[in-house]
């Protein structure tokens, strides 16, 4: 209970109970794309990174190959390698905590850390977001995909147009600013010229190459396009620990 | 290679993605650049899954009731709905885009 007086701890489990709704979608939508129940499983429990798994799912459903559909899931993750070093300068882990704490490293679990002033509330802030996301984004993404999997032919319930949705929706807060926006624009037209023309998947391996190129150019500030998609500390709410 | 190789290299990549940052000195990943390619490619990648997704048949492009679901799930986001009824919303405009006609 004393736990719970701790404003990161509640920021951390918000934001594990608003994330693990996104795996409802993500159940659904992987089984529509064609994988078992226990491969949707093996993605939210091991590879574990909301993004990449709906990248992975995402070429699948178009047709991509399996290297394309790792390929991309790699590449989406690149941020999470960036989140585990900000995330071990600020925590400073024990060399045997490490792996567990890496594991848990996500949007929102670096987000929440990253939030709070204090190093304890960090810790807190930290372990809160990550736990919670895990078992609830784990268990939303089972009941996805029971449910996903009763429901049959994906077209007819409009599981393809989910597809679209989530895509956006997931794209939507990390192109507030006029930069990573003309980012976007200029991928989604370089996957479109591309399509008749590569073998599907390749496209958006394609526009992932733009994008570092344009990265690498120094367009727009550095931290765009890391923003979480459950952002812990809405502007104008009340921010713990500063 | 099977589809249960890919995601489990998939998987493996991403736990040693995530280990490796807290393995590396800082001063290799923490810095301006880094941080913009980490970024672009999130958002360039993110574009290019929504627009296949949207308008892409195998190799061939076509516009059918996946449009009417970016469309609505733009305006369901303009209006800040939650990333669910977002999702929900696609769904709908797609079946319902169906249902009067489109293929």
Redesign the interface.
């Known amino acids: 209970m004393l736990l719970l007086r701790s404003p990161a701890v509640r920021v951390g489990l918000s934001v594990a109970l608003?994330t693990g709704?996104?795996g409802?979608?993500f159940g659904a939508l992987s089984v529509a794309a064609g994988?078992d129940v226990l491969?949707t499983m093996?993605?939210s429990l091991?590879?574990?990174?909301g993004?990449?798994q709906?990248?992975?799912i995402?070429?699948?459903?178009?047709?991509g190959s399996?290297?394309s559909?790792?390929s991309?899931?790699?590449?989406?993750?690149?941020?999470?390698?960036?989140?585990?070093?900000?995330?071990?300068?600020l925590l400073r882990?024990s060399r045997r905590r490490?792996?567990v704490?890496?594991?848990l490293?996500t949007d929102e679990s670096a987000a929440t850390a990253s939030g709070q002033r204090d190093p304890d509330e960090q810790r807190r802030g930290f372990w809160a977001a990550g736990i919670g996301v895990f078992v609830l984004w784990n268990l939303f993404t089972l009941v996805g995909a029971v449910v996903g999997n009763a429901m049959g032919d994906p077209?007819?319930?409009?599981?393809?147009?989910?597809?679209?949705?989530?895509?956006?929706?997931?794209?939507?807060p990390?192109?507030q600013a006029r930069e990573?926006a003309a980012?976007?624009?200029?991928?989604?037209v370089?996957?479109?010229i591309a399509?008749?023309?590569?073998?599907?998947g390749v496209?958006?391996l394609i526009?992932?190459v733009?994008?570092?190129v344009?990265?690498?150019s120094?367009?727009?500030p550095?931290?765009?396009?890391?923003e979480p998609?459950v952002e812990p500390y809405p502007p104008g709410a009340p921010r713990g620990g500063s | 290679m099977s589809l249960w190789g890919w995601i489990l290299i998939a998987c493996a990549v991403s736990i040693a993605t995530k280990f490796l940052g807290f393995l590396v000195p800082a001063r290799l990943l923490d810095n301006p650049r880094m941080l913009r390619v980490a970024g672009s490619l999130t958002i360039g990648l993110l574009a290019a899954l929504t627009v296949t997704n949207a308008f892409a048949s195998g190799q061939s492009l076509v516009v059918d009731a996946r449009v009417a679901a970016l469309v609505a799930a733009a305006v369901a986001l303009w209006l800040r709905a939650p990333f669910l009824v977002v999702v929900l919303v696609g769904a709908l405009a797609a079946g319902l885009a169906r249902l009067l006609g489109a293929a």
């Open positions: 608003a709704l996104y409802l979608s994988l491969q093996a993605l091991l590879l574990f990174s993004g990449s709906f990248a992975f995402g070429v699948v459903a178009g047709g399996g290297i559909a790792m991309a899931a790699a590449l989406l993750g690149i941020r999470n390698g960036v989140y585990g070093m900000q995330l071990n300068v882990p490490k792996l704490m890496a594991h490293t077209a007819r319930w409009g599981l393809d147009g989910a597809a679209v949705a989530a895509f956006l929706g997931l794209l939507w990390r192109i990573p980012i976007a624009v200029v991928c989604a370089v996957t479109l399509v008749p023309f590569v073998p599907s496209p958006i526009a992932a733009v994008a570092a344009l990265g690498l120094g367009f727009g550095p931290t765009e396009g890391l998609d």
